[in-house]
């Protein structure tokens, strides 16, 4: 890894996208100390324990905590690629006709995201602030009103734009996926502050006696989390070759090769889209707080809304689960695998060209996905009932998600370095 930093800032232009990725990212944790104007930060200290204040905190870099400019993030954002692409499947006929357009379908698809993610994260801003207001004794809002309400919904949303534009510019001048990597420096900068949290609950204050159970506990803590980025790692990585034949009548074409399918073909995304998912309505259901907050329906649905508890992790495991299976098949898409195959003059041996290629390829990704989404699953669900059964810090709850997006960022990433060093040698070997 040392030597692939070491190689990458040797080549002007990696280092000019390394370095346009580093100031991108610095912006953005300048933005998350701006608090919003007529709001009392400090009144928010008391809701930390909150799952929807965690969860926002833990993507952002403590932005919530300081109800900063950034505060929602990308979550918005999310949220709204989530319903576009649930439409592109044979519900919206426009939608689905833009998902065959290639390049120009994709950037009207982009432009309808980014309107439903104005739309979406106004609402959501309003909610939250609305909801958070009435929580806290102190009072959230200093002086609420309609007027009031309104214009942080519009500093909120106007992050969220924000903070989605500066996605989008480091997917395209910069280092990796943008939304990623903007979550991924949210994740690092809580780190050390998750770090203190642990120390605070066992090591400040604690009797001699407990002492030794303290580094058990860390020391167990440390092997398992040694042991995640290892399984993380591997199962990232894992993937399934499959054998394909070409016809002579290819010019120029090897008598054989194979294709990749990786067993976790969607990534990180999944863990990404469960966590807005399920964040979207602890926001709405904030705001009915006071309303509502004693009847029996609120109560089942404030449950099954907060992975920090065992309803909620299910829900949010079954989410995990689902969005593997949804993203995998919309990363690879059988049929056009099948139809570019056929046109490559390519075939899978023992597998007739065609829709008999795209049955084929489907059976196999539904159980690669299988295995690549119980694997998911499990790393983000084992953390919360640990944290519920033995009474941990929040921080361990939320510590399988977060290890999920910090591997699987840094991986691609990697791998996104190395491509652009080979290309750099082949350009090399072209022009000699």
């Keep these: 890894m040392f030597k692939l930093l070491k190689d990458s800032f040797k080549v002007k232009n990696i280092r000019s996208k390394i370095f346009f990725t580093l100031f991108i990212l610095f912006a953005f944790r300048v933005g998350a100390h701006i608090t919003v104007p007529g709001v009392n930060a400090k009144a928010l200290l008391d809701l930390n324990d909150l799952a929807l204040v965690a969860m926002f905190n833990q993507v952002s870099g403590n932005a919530m905590e300081r109800f900063s400019l950034f505060a929602m993030g990308v979550s918005p954002y999310i949220t709204s690629s989530i319903i576009i692409q649930l439409l592109q499947m044979d519900i919206v006929p426009k939608f689905v006709e833009w998902s065959k357009q290639g390049e120009v379908g994709r950037r009207k698809l982009n432009q309808a995201t980014r309107y439903l993610t104005l739309v979406l994260g106004f609402v959501q801003s309003v909610a939250i602030t609305a ?256 944290q519920n059964v033995w009474n941990l810090p929040q921080s361990i709850g939320l510590g399988g998600t977060s290890l999920l997006i910090v591997i699987s960022v840094a991986l691609e990433t990697n791998k996104q370095l190395e491509g652009l060093l080979l290309k750099r040698q082949y350009t090399g070997f072209i022009r000699e």
């Design 131 to 386: 909801g958070f207001n009435y929580y806290t004794n102190a009072g959230l809002v200093t002086s609420p009103s309609v007027y009031t309400y309104f214009t942080i919904g519009l500093i909120l949303t106007a992050g969220t734009m924000l903070v989605t534009w500066m996605g989008e510019q480091i997917s395209e001048k910069g280092i990796g996926n943008g939304v990623s990597m903007i979550i991924f420096a949210g994740i690092i900068a809580k780190l050390p502050g998750s770090i203190k949290e642990i120390y605070q609950a066992y090591f400040v204050n604690i009797d001699k006696a407990d002492l030794a159970k303290s580094f058990i506990f860390i020391a167990i803590l440390i092997v398992a989390v040694l042991f995640i980025v290892t399984m993380v790692t591997y199962v990232q990585q894992a993937e399934r070759k499959i054998p394909i034949q070409y016809t002579k009548r290819v010019a120029g074409a090897p008598q054989s090769s194979y294709l990749p399918l990786k067993v976790n073909a969607a990534g990180v995304i999944p863990v990404i889209f469960a966590s807005s998912f399920i964040a979207t309505p602890q926001a709405f259901l904030s705001a009915f707080q006071v309303s509502q907050g004693g009847k029996p329906w609120f109560q089942f649905l404030e449950q099954i809304f907060n992975y920090s508890t065992i309803p909620g992790g299910i829900v949010y495991t079954i989410l995990i689960i689902a969005f593997t299976f949804f993203y995998a098949f919309v990363q690879v898409n059988p049929e056009k695998m099948a139809e570019n195959l056929q046109k490559q003059g390519s075939y899978i041996p023992s597998v007739r060209p065609g829709k008999e290629t795209e049955n084929y390829v489907s059976s196999l990704l539904m159980k690669l996905s299988t295995v690549g989404s119980l694997f998911l699953g499990l790393v983000a669900i084992l953390p919360i009932i640990a």
